[in-house]
């Protein structure tokens, strides 16, 4: 039994070796996974070069600021005309999976101002590339294997009908099961060996941190490959023309990568609709600029409500102070707190939601793994946007003493000024509910096609 | 006898099940992609609207308010949806839909639809121009795979050659036979979606929208077109329906899915895009160089000090018979909106370089082509993005320099406490944006034009003409 595997494995191969189509199929593929590693790598590096040159562009504005303020400074100038960056570093994962990473800003300019209207400013992004989507690994995975295994396996019986050479073959001491597991396992050899080989190629490049997500990421690729096995053993069980097979695989690679995902996109976009952001944007501006024309005792008073350890300070005369103008700064802020929690909770929300529905499509639920394990998708965005947050608050916090105590801000006082840093981390427990999921419908897939299997007669010539 | 076999061809594909229920699924999808266009476009135009009259509201209605801190106060551009977009979201969902507008600083535009989605946005999203450019092709293949390897494979075609037919006839009686077939298929959408397209109420037809629809199609049907024949043509090379059938729908995957994707990153590897943070203090540090609109020691300021009271003849500013704060102001705001401009400008280059590869890549690839003139017929494309910018950014200049005149010509030289009525910001118009005429988005695509129009031409005559070489068995 097994000698006999081995056998039809070599005739396999020596099959395979012949035909240029297949040959030519596999190249390919394993040209497209080298360039979205290089494409991924260089990207990601493009990133981190990016926030490197942050720090130089904070430096050559506090060297601007101390040359503007040769002696001593008023906090609130400062505060004004000085800005730092909020940071979003990617995890060395992320060059394998980019998801929104370029969509959405790595980075945040910020000054002592309310936060609300500097939070969501956006990078330069070149609209069409984005539409385009990243050719990263990833997306070899998700979208390209599935042609591949498609590609060498949709005639995988009908071929030998068509050409007559199944009832020779059966003719020898060989079942169908045997030769159909024969011909498979040929093909899953190949196809997972491409995917370990591109996966650990990808690893090296990226130098990725070697933990568990390692046997996470391999254990993925493996299982969606078997899937697409499955699905591909599935067709073969209904005993049609190549024809018949092509038209209908592709189909089901159409319907789960691009038709469902598609509808699942309205789905989400109708059930969970997040209308906050404009109106918050439109709101804090009132309230900021309203700050003018309020009597300063008024705003002052709201402030202390929220800062009472500043209660005791000195009555604000004249025209202008810049604790004052701060303290109405921050009202604008606290006027749109429900707002933006809103906002943030409802985009958490969208992707929980497609966490529950990514069931219906499993190159969905992958990709969500993928993005999980590289913390490339939009919770890691929104830990960011959180973390940006408390980093503005501390600097708030820095600040304040200069301006309510009246402290001049000297030039050793902004190496003391909080700095930012923040690294996208994993989602290990929605990877591992993704990967649970992914081995149920890997089994579905295959309970379905041996029923199949064994419930067609074959229908031989 | 070539009307006879087009119409043979058009009857049994008609009795063809599989086809007719493929043919079904797809007209749903399209029926589905309309209803789920208009749904979108109205929630998001009306979201729109609501926040765009809110702040011209609020503009005209502010207090009392010494102009310049009207200046800070600002506006919003809100851009709107173009009529015909909810055909072909195109970049709509990665673009930002709102613009704050104030003195001294350009911002982005924020809040783009892919900026509040899961990574589930980057599947695609079901528009009828994904159901036109990819749905569509595939079920031309599907109808067109077997056209001349059938009859070679049941032995009819020597017979049908016999008749006294040439192949390049058979071949183009089979594609006016599926011809009919495809405008069956799409003419009940176009049908069924244009009363929904003029039904909506509040929407007045204007020439140029519907030149835009006009176009639109025409550009889809000459795609579809192209297809049929290079399935016919790629039918006729094998004598195998399934080789043929595996040929062609290799070429849609090459076409469709790994060319665009390709085509695109590889344009953001050649032309490096500048960050917006190294943007920012490039053009800081320029307008640094030159004036600074609340710095009055600044040299150029001192020259534009000295040229004003030789012009007025007076010795000090407070005897100027204009306001030097405004001046000055707006002499900044011209220098810095200047600078920012040509990095701007520097900018969208890139983004234009990065995007040419994609153009150049459409005469490889007619789904390439016919995106790019959807999206330009839609309102929705990368020069249409840039042109509300730009208008966003003028009305944001002129704002600021309105303001900054009053400040000129109403105030005294250093008085900061001033409010000047209400009722003077009515004078102001609200931003409008209006969208380019057809002639204008269709001038930004006439790679993708000659292109598209080049794959008719090339597969017409050198495909069709190849199919002499067909070998009969």
Redesign the interface.
């Given at each position: 039994m097994i000698r006999k595997f081995w056998i039809l494995i070599k005739y396999e191969w020596i099959n395979f070796r012949a035909d240029k189509?297949l040959l030519i199929l596999t190249l390919f593929t394993l040209l497209?996974g080298l360039?979205g590693i290089y494409?991924g790598t260089?990207?990601i590096d493009?990133q981190r070069r990016?926030i490197a040159?942050?720090d130089s562009?904070t430096e050559?504005?506090i060297e601007?600021m101390k040359a503007k303020y040769p002696g001593e400074a008023d906090a609130g100038d400062i505060g004004y005309y000085h800005s730092t960056?909020a940071v979003n570093h990617p995890d060395t994962w992320a060059s394998l999976s980019m998801?929104?990473r370029d969509?959405?800003?790595y980075?945040i300019?910020l000054r002592l101002l309310n936060l609300q209207?500097q939070l969501?400013?956006?990078?330069?992004?070149?609209?069409?590339?984005?539409?385009?989507?990243?050719?990263d690994l990833a997306?070899v995975f998700v979208?390209?294997f599935p042609?591949l295994i498609i590609?060498l396996c949709?005639?995988i019986l009908?071929v030998e009908k068509?050409q007559g050479t199944l009832p020779l073959l059966l003719s020898q001491p060989l079942g169908l099961p045997l030769i159909v597991g024969a011909k498979l396992g040929f093909r899953v050899m190949i196809v997972l060996a491409l995917a370990l080989l591109l996966s650990i190629i990808a690893m090296g490049w990226g130098r990725v941190v070697p933990d568990v997500r390692i046997g996470m990421w391999l254990g993925t690729v493996v299982l969606y490959c078997l899937f697409w096995f499955g699905v591909a053993f599935l067709v073969a069980a209904l005993h049609k023309?190549?024809?018949f097979n092509?038209?209908t695989l592709?189909g089901v690679w159409?319907l789960l990568?691009?038709?469902i995902?598609?509808?699942?996109?309205?789905y989400?976009?109708?059930t969970q609709?997040?209308?906050q952001?404009?109106?918050l944007?439109?709101r804090q501006?009132?309230v900021v600029?309203?700050g003018?024309?309020k009597p300063k005792r008024e705003t002052m008073e709201a402030f202390f409500a929220r800062y009472p350890q500043w209660t005791d300070t000195t009555e604000i005369k004249g025209?202008f102070a810049w604790r004052w103008y701060y303290a109405f700064h921050q009202l604008g802020d606290m006027a749109v707190e429900d707002l933006a929690r809103e906002y943030q909770e409802g985009?958490r929300a969208?992707?929980q939601l497609?966490e529950r529905l990514n069931v219906l499509s499993v190159?969905?639920n992958v990709?969500?793994v993928f993005?999980a394990l590289a913390g490339?998708?939009?919770p890691s965005y929104l830990d960011f946007l959180q973390s940006a947050t408390r980093h503005h608050d501390s600097l708030r916090e820095f600040y304040y003493p200069f301006l309510f105590k009246q402290i001049p801000f000297r030039h050793a006082d902004y190496q003391n000024e909080p700095r930012h840093s923040f690294t996208s981390s994993p989602d290990l427990d929605t990877a591992y509910g993704g990967m649970y999921k992914l081995l149920v419908s890997v089994l579905v897939v295959y309970v379905a096609g041996l029923v199949l299997f064994r419930l067609l007669p074959a229908m031989v010539k | 006898m070539v009307r006879s076999i087009a119409q043979k061809e058009f009857i049994s594909t008609l009795r063809d099940s599989r086809f007719m229920a493929l043919s079904i699924i797809v007209l749903l999808l399209l029926l589905a992609a309309t209803v789920v266009g208009l749904h979108s476009y109205s929630t998001l135009q009306k979201e729109r609207e609501v926040a765009q009259q809110t702040v011209n509201d609020q503009f005209a209605n502010s207090a009392d308010r010494h102009p310049h801190r009207m200046a800070h106060y600002g506006s919003y551009a809100f851009r709107p949806k173009s009529s015909i977009s909810f055909l072909d979201f195109g970049l709509d969902s990665y673009t930002g839909a709102s613009v704050y507008m104030e003195a001294h600083r350009q911002n982005s535009a924020n809040f783009s639809q892919a900026q509040q989605s899961s990574s589930l946005i980057r599947f695609g999203e079901m528009t009828v121009a994904f159901v036109l450019q990819m749905l569509i092709p595939l079920l031309i293949i599907f109808l067109c795979f077997a056209a001349i390897t059938q009859e070679k494979e049941t032995g009819t075609l020597k017979i049908l050659l016999s008749q006294g037919i040439s192949l390049r006839q058979l071949a183009w009686a089979k594609i006016a036979g599926y011809s009919r077939v495809v405008g069956l298929v799409v003419a009940p959408a176009l049908v069924l979606a244009s009363p929904l397209l003029f039904s909506r109420g509040g929407y007045d037809l204007e020439a140029d929208v519907l030149l835009r629809l006009l176009l639109f199609i025409v550009f889809y049907l000459i795609y579809f077109f192209i297809f049929i024949v290079m399935s016919v043509v790629v039918s006729s090379w094998y004598q195998r329906s399934s080789t043929a059938l595996v040929t062609l729908l290799g070429i849609w995957i090459f076409c469709c899915v790994i060319l665009p994707k390709a085509s695109a990153n590889l344009g953001a590897n050649l032309y490096t895009t500048p960050t917006k943070a190294q943007m920012d203090a490039d053009v800081h540090e320029e307008v640094a160089k030159g004036i600074d609109g609340h710095n009055a020691h600044d040299q150029r300021a001192e020259a534009l000090k000295q040229e004003l009271l030789r012009k007025y003849g007076v010795k000090t500013l407070e005897e100027l018979p204009v306001n030097f704060d405004g001046i000055q102001m707006a002499a900044g705001e011209e220098h810095s909106s200047r600078v920012y401009q040509e990095h701007f400008e520097e900018l969208t280059g890139i983004f234009e370089n990065q995007n040419r590869i994609s153009e150049y890549a459409s005469f490889l690839n007619p789904y390439l082509a016919v995106r790019h003139l959807s999206m330009g017929m839609a309102g929705s494309d990368f020069r249409h993005y840039i042109h509300f910018q730009n208008r966003a950014e003028e009305y944001r200049y002129h704002l600021a320099q309105g303001l900054n005149h009053i400040q000129a010509t109403q105030l005294k030289y250093g008085d900061k406490q001033t409010r000047l009525s209400s009722d003077t910001w009515k004078s102001f118009k609200p931003f409008t944006y209006e969208t380019p005429s057809a002639g204008w988005a269709l001038g930004n695509h006439l790679l993708s034009l000659v292109a598209l129009l080049l794959w008719l031409v090339l597969v017409c005559t050198v495909g069709v003409n190849r199919i002499n070489n067909t070998q009969i068995t």
């Amino acid at each position: 039994m097994i000698r006999k595997f081995w056998i039809l494995i070599k005739y396999e191969w020596i099959n395979f070796r012949a035909d240029k189509g297949l040959l030519i199929l596999t190249l390919f593929t394993l040209l497209a996974g080298l360039y979205g590693i290089y494409y991924g790598t260089t990207e990601i590096d493009r990133q981190r070069r990016n926030i490197a040159a942050l720090d130089s562009i904070t430096e050559h504005n506090i060297e601007e600021m101390k040359a503007k303020y040769p002696g001593e400074a008023d906090a609130g100038d400062i505060g004004y005309y000085h800005s730092t960056f909020a940071v979003n570093h990617p995890d060395t994962w992320a060059s394998l999976s980019m998801g929104q990473r370029d969509v959405n800003p790595y980075y945040i300019k910020l000054r002592l101002l309310n936060l609300q209207s500097q939070l969501y400013d956006t990078e330069n992004i070149n609209p069409l590339k984005v539409l385009s989507g990243n050719f990263d690994l990833a997306f070899v995975f998700v979208y390209l294997f599935p042609l591949l295994i498609i590609g060498l396996c949709f005639n995988i019986l009908s071929v030998e009908k068509e050409q007559g050479t199944l009832p020779l073959l059966l003719s020898q001491p060989l079942g169908l099961p045997l030769i159909v597991g024969a011909k498979l396992g040929f093909r899953v050899m190949i196809v997972l060996a491409l995917a370990l080989l591109l996966s650990i190629i990808a690893m090296g490049w990226g130098r990725v941190v070697p933990d568990v997500r390692i046997g996470m990421w391999l254990g993925t690729v493996v299982l969606y490959c078997l899937f697409w096995f499955g699905v591909a053993f599935l067709v073969a069980a209904l005993h049609k023309g190549s024809a018949f097979n092509a038209i209908t695989l592709l189909g089901v690679w159409l319907l789960l990568t691009i038709v469902i995902p598609a509808l699942l996109n309205v789905y989400v976009a109708v059930t969970q609709p997040v209308p906050q952001a404009l109106e918050l944007t439109i709101r804090q501006r009132e309230v900021v600029h309203g700050g003018w024309d309020k009597p300063k005792r008024e705003t002052m008073e709201a402030f202390f409500a929220r800062y009472p350890q500043w209660t005791d300070t000195t009555e604000i005369k004249g025209r202008f102070a810049w604790r004052w103008y701060y303290a109405f700064h921050q009202l604008g802020d606290m006027a749109v707190e429900d707002l933006a929690r809103e906002y943030q909770e409802g985009l958490r929300a969208r992707h929980q939601l497609v966490e529950r529905l990514n069931v219906l499509s499993v190159p969905v639920n992958v990709q969500g793994v993928f993005n999980a394990l590289a913390g490339s998708d939009l919770p890691s965005y929104l830990d960011f946007l959180q973390s940006a947050t408390r980093h503005h608050d501390s600097l708030r916090e820095f600040y304040y003493p200069f301006l309510f105590k009246q402290i001049p801000f000297r030039h050793a006082d902004y190496q003391n000024e909080p700095r930012h840093s923040f690294t996208s981390s994993p989602d290990l427990d929605t990877a591992y509910g993704g990967m649970y999921k992914l081995l149920v419908s890997v089994l579905v897939v295959y309970v379905a096609g041996l029923v199949l299997f064994r419930l067609l007669p074959a229908m031989v010539k | 006898m070539v009307r006879s076999i087009a119409q043979k061809e058009f009857i049994s594909t008609l009795r063809d099940s599989r086809f007719m229920a493929l043919s079904i699924i797809v007209l749903l999808l399209l029926l589905a992609a309309t209803v789920v266009g208009l749904h979108s476009y109205s929630t998001l135009q009306k979201e729109r609207e609501v926040a765009q009259q809110t702040v011209n509201d609020q503009f005209a209605n502010s207090a009392d308010r010494h102009p310049h801190r009207m200046a800070h106060y600002g506006s919003y551009a809100f851009r709107p949806k173009s009529s015909i977009s909810f055909l072909d979201f195109g970049l709509d969902s990665y673009t930002g839909a709102s613009v704050y507008m104030e003195a001294h600083r350009q911002n982005s535009a924020n809040f783009s639809q892919a900026q509040q989605s899961s990574s589930l946005i980057r599947f695609g999203e079901m528009t009828v121009a994904f159901v036109l450019q990819m749905l569509i092709p595939l079920l031309i293949i599907f109808l067109c795979f077997a056209a001349i390897t059938q009859e070679k494979e049941t032995g009819t075609l020597k017979i049908l050659l016999s008749q006294g037919i040439s192949l390049r006839q058979l071949a183009w009686a089979k594609i006016a036979g599926y011809s009919r077939v495809v405008g069956l298929v799409v003419a009940p959408a176009l049908v069924l979606a244009s009363p929904l397209l003029f039904s909506r109420g509040g929407y007045d037809l204007e020439a140029d929208v519907l030149l835009r629809l006009l176009l639109f199609i025409v550009f889809y049907l000459i795609y579809f077109f192209i297809f049929i024949v290079m399935s016919v043509v790629v039918s006729s090379w094998y004598q195998r329906s399934s080789t043929a059938l595996v040929t062609l729908l290799g070429i849609w995957i090459f076409c469709c899915v790994i060319l665009p994707k390709a085509s695109a990153n590889l344009g953001a590897n050649l032309y490096t895009t500048p960050t917006k943070a190294q943007m920012d203090a490039d053009v800081h540090e320029e307008v640094a160089k030159g004036i600074d609109g609340h710095n009055a020691h600044d040299q150029r300021a001192e020259a534009l000090k000295q040229e004003l009271l030789r012009k007025y003849g007076v010795k000090t500013l407070e005897e100027l018979p204009v306001n030097f704060d405004g001046i000055q102001m707006a002499a900044g705001e011209e220098h810095s909106s200047r600078v920012y401009q040509e990095h701007f400008e520097e900018l969208t280059g890139i983004f234009e370089n990065q995007n040419r590869i994609s153009e150049y890549a459409s005469f490889l690839n007619p789904y390439l082509a016919v995106r790019h003139l959807s999206m330009g017929m839609a309102g929705s494309d990368f020069r249409h993005y840039i042109h509300f910018q730009n208008r966003a950014e003028e009305y944001r200049y002129h704002l600021a320099q309105g303001l900054n005149h009053i400040q000129a010509t109403q105030l005294k030289y250093g008085d900061k406490q001033t409010r000047l009525s209400s009722d003077t910001w009515k004078s102001f118009k609200p931003f409008t944006y209006e969208t380019p005429s057809a002639g204008w988005a269709l001038g930004n695509h006439l790679l993708s034009l000659v292109a598209l129009l080049l794959w008719l031409v090339l597969v017409c005559t050198v495909g069709v003409n190849r199919i002499n070489n067909t070998q009969i068995t």
